[in-house]
């Protein structure tokens, strides 16, 4: 017992020993310090009367600057440096090398960027190989939005210091910039297992994912940074984007929808939102919310890509359903419409569909007509377009007829045909049928 309370009390002395010893020395650490800020203020003071003498004063001017420097007071330490600088070529006793470095060091951290890059540029000619004026200039050059040039400075540090951090950011987002997206990967990799709040980072490692065809694993990133004040808009798009290659409209309409409702949506972002929304509704055949997004653009952008020329189209078919069938219904509905078009083309005579041919930019209904009073067979070909259709496909319409010895062909679109192809028809057993007629016999038809 006795030898317990004795290994406590030389245990408590030893604590309040170090603790002493730890007292006296900070003690002795802050007089120092104090020491060291009053005599910095006494050289400061000296040497801005030297100074003021003499503008010149080359040490006063080094002693000075390298204060501040050390201080991180850039804003003071800059014009020293920059008067140093322009004295290096008539005084040799300047270290150029240091002067030209924290003359850029100083510009950069000001944001002067041309000042810092001539005192970097100085440097570098005389040590290609110095690693922070790399970063330095690296850091320039993409801000400047050279990537090219930034790329070259940002892997010759990182040839330097392989195993520096700060490097992996600079680097990262200029392969990036610079559309190296599979190289980008690694060093953004990096950077986000060093810090997986970078929000820009995991933006860029989506987006070069994306790139790569890693869709899925970009898709899940862009949806997590969607509720993101500076990121969230364009997550949301990029989200809806994969969600529409995949074929899934309604999850697209959910990401962008989610762009809207954020604040911090610029307005830019926002007519392509309202653009990609029209998109994804037309392809999901609600035609009526699509109008609905595509004049959103109208009163604020015009003359935004093929927005009025959409309306146009969209207005019609969202007054046709018949039409709207026509263009927009998937193949099994579009080949049954065609199939009714042809067996109510000659309502007071027998017709037999004989083939249905489904192609690429067209669908084929061979039939037989009987009446009282003749019978022949027949060639349709319907195209789906809204444009103009050349006279190489009639052509080919013709041909085809001529291999099948059809008696009578039709061609039929929900556009219109070229001079050519009409002046082609002339003496031919072919007629064509453009838009106005077609929207005569699809009034006809009881869908």
């Given at each position: 017992m006795i030898g317990v309370l004795i290994a406590i009390i030389t245990g408590a002395g030893l604590?309040?020993?170090?603790?002493?010893?730890?007292g006296l020395q900070k003690k002795s650490a802050n007089v120092q310090g104090k020491g060291r800020s009053k005599n910095n203020l006494a050289v400061i003071r000296d040497c801005t009367k030297k100074i003021s003498k003499d503008p010149h004063n080359v040490e006063a001017l080094k002693t000075l600057a390298d204060i501040y420097y050390t201080d991180l007071n850039y804003e003071r330490a800059f014009p020293l440096y920059q008067t140093l600088f322009k004295l290096m070529g008539v005084h040799v006793e300047i270290d150029q090398q240091v002067v030209s470095q924290r003359y850029g060091v100083c510009a950069f951290k000001l944001g002067k960027f041309d000042e810092a890059m001539a005192g970097f540029s100085k440097v570098l000619r005389l040590n290609p190989k110095d690693y922070e004026v790399n970063l330095y200039v690296g850091k320039i050059m993409l801000e400047k939005k050279d990537f090219e040039k930034a790329l070259l400075c940002l892997k010759r540090a990182v040839s330097i210091r392989p195993d520096s951090n700060e490097i992996y950011e600079p680097l990262a987002f200029a392969l990036f910039e610079a559309k190296k997206y599979r190289e980008s990967l690694m060093y953004l990799k990096k950077v986000l297992d060093e810090n997986p709040e970078n929000k820009q980072a995991l933006f860029y490692f989506a987006n070069a994912m994306e790139e790569c065809s890693m869709n899925d694993k970009a898709l899940k990133i862009f949806m997590h940074l969607r509720p993101d004040a500076k990121f969230g808009p364009e997550s949301c798009v990029e989200a809806g984007r994969i969600h529409e290659k995949m074929g899934q409209y309604d999850k697209a309409v959910q990401d962008y929808e989610i762009a809207l409702k954020l604040e911090t949506i610029s307005q830019e972002i926002k007519v392509?939102?309202?653009?990609?929304?029209?998109?994804?509704?037309?392809?999901?055949?609600?035609?009526?919310?699509?109008?609905?997004?595509?004049?959103?653009?109208?009163t604020v952008s015009p003359n935004y890509k093929d927005v009025n020329a959409l309306v146009l189209r969209y207005q019609e078919l969202n007054q046709n359903n018949n039409l709207q069938a026509y263009l927009m219904s998937g193949t099994s509905d579009f080949v049954v419409l065609c199939r009714k078009i042809v067996t109510g083309f000659y309502p007071d005579s027998f017709v037999k569909i004989e083939d249905v041919n489904v192609a690429a930019e067209s669908i084929e209904v061979l039939c037989t007509v009987e009446s009282m009073k003749w019978s022949d067979s027949e060639l349709f070909r319907f195209f789906r377009s809204t444009g103009s259709i050349g006279e190489l496909y009639v052509r080919d319409c013709h041909s085809k007829m001529r291999d099948i010895k059809c008696d009578r062909g039709f061609c039929i679109s929900a556009g219109t045909f070229t001079a050519e192809a009409k002046k082609y028809v002339e003496g031919r057993p072919i007629d064509l049928i453009e838009k106005a007629k077609l929207i005569q016999i699809l009034k006809k038809i009881d869908l």
């Open positions: 604590i309040c020993i170090l603790m002493a010893v730890s392509t939102v309202f653009y990609k929304l029209a998109q994804s509704y037309i392809a999901q055949h609600n035609i009526a919310k699509a109008l609905y997004y595509l004049k959103q653009i109208q």
